[in-house]
């Protein structure tokens, strides 16, 4: 499967296009990822995005959120649909 074939499959349960090649990515390289990675990944600032982006995540199941040590937040992405 190539990487635009896994976007599109992410497109079609509901995610923009930046949205779905941020998560295909990061579930080629084991799942786990930080907020900085999504912001810096959009070209955006830290703000509403990431967090629109992040709880909506967690909201449908297909990712956990585990708070680490400075309260560093770090997400898996498991959903076995995805």
């Known amino acids: ?3 635009n074939e896994r976007v599109a499959a992410l ?4 995610y923009g296009p930046r949205q779905s090649a ?3 990515m990061v579930m080629l390289h084991g799942g786990y990822f930080v907020r900085r990675q999504v912001t ?5 600032k830290d ?9 909506e995540l ?4 297909h990712a956990r959120v585990a708070v680490c040590r400075r309260r560093t ?8 649909q995805l």
């Open 22 to 24: 941020f998560l295909a």
């Open 47 to 55: 703000g509403g995005v990431a967090t629109a982006f992040l709880r």
């Open 11 to 14: 497109e079609g349960w509901g």
């Open 73 to 80: 937040c770090v997400y898996h992405v498991y959903a076995r």
């Open 1 to 3: 499967m190539t990487h």
């Open 40 to 44: 810096r990944f959009f070209h955006r």
């Open 58 to 61: 967690v909201r449908r199941g």
